[in-house]
T-cell receptor, first 117, second 110 residues
């Protein structure tokens, strides 16, 4: 149980294009999902909190107009990197917290490797 | 945001040896989580510690939470090559995202 998937697992795109990454909770409902970014040899950094049916909350220094987040259902959140540039190349990881579950555990997806040429 | 300091940043040892990695903060943790991450994958939760002085064991891994809840350690006994990975401590959670330490890159050599 508590499986989170991400699609795609890897994506290569040209500079200036937009890329959409999906995060799905497969066997539970998640009112809240989180998006993290991880550069090579570094730790995970929280980018934003995605709440179903409302606007995402972004961490300081993360451009909300560049990283568009949509959480339209209790099992799906999407992150769109708009007008991607090489410096956006990174490993993007989502996590999901089960709705109504008081325990703090977040379940992580397998990550999406984005390479911008 | 709570800052987490992890040490060492890199550690390379021989199979069969023991090791300890540390996670510290200047402020009190409400709870602390340890994760292990392999290259190209998401982190996997190993343990959550909540109570000061708590000790939890997971096979050859022993996790300790400091009495003052400002520090934690992960001890691995008789390390195996399969223990290789990035070990991360994290705090927060609930309605908020997690704050991660910088991690310890562990390599176990055969």
């Amino acid at each position: 149980g508590a499986v989170v998937s991400q699609h795609p697992s890897r994506v290569i795109c040209k500079s200036g294009t937009s890329v959409k990454i999906e995060c799905r909770s497969l066997d539970f409902q998640a009112t809240t999902m989180f998006w993290y970014r991880q550069f090579p040899k570094q730790s995970l950094m929280l980018m934003a909190t995605s709440n179903e049916g409302s606007k995402a909350t972004y961490e300081q220094g993360v451009e909300k107009d560049k990283f568009l987040i949509n959480h339209a259902s209790l099992t799906l959140s999407t992150l769109t990197v708009t007008s991607a540039h090489p410096e956006d190349s990174s490993f993007y990881i989502c996590s999901a917290k089960e709705t109504g579950f008081s325990y703090n555990e977040q379940f992580f997806g397998p990550g999406t490797r984005l390479t911008v040429l | 945001t709570q800052l987490l300091e992890q040490s060492p940043q890199f550690l390379s040892i021989q199979e069969g040896e023991n090791l300890t990695v540390y996670c510290n903060s200047s402020s009190v943790f409400s709870s602390l989580q340890w994760y292990r991450q392999e290259p190209g994958e998401g982190p996997v939760l190993l343990v959550t510690v909540v109570t000061g002085g708590e000790v939890k064991k997971l096979k050859r891994l022993t996790f300790q939470f400091g009495d003052a809840r400002k520090d934690s350690s992960l001890h691995i006994t008789a390390a195996q090559t399969g223990d290789t990975g990035l070990y991360l401590c994290a705090s927060g959670g609930g309605a908020d995202g997690l704050t991660f330490g910088k991690g310890t890159h562990l390599i176990i050599q055969p």
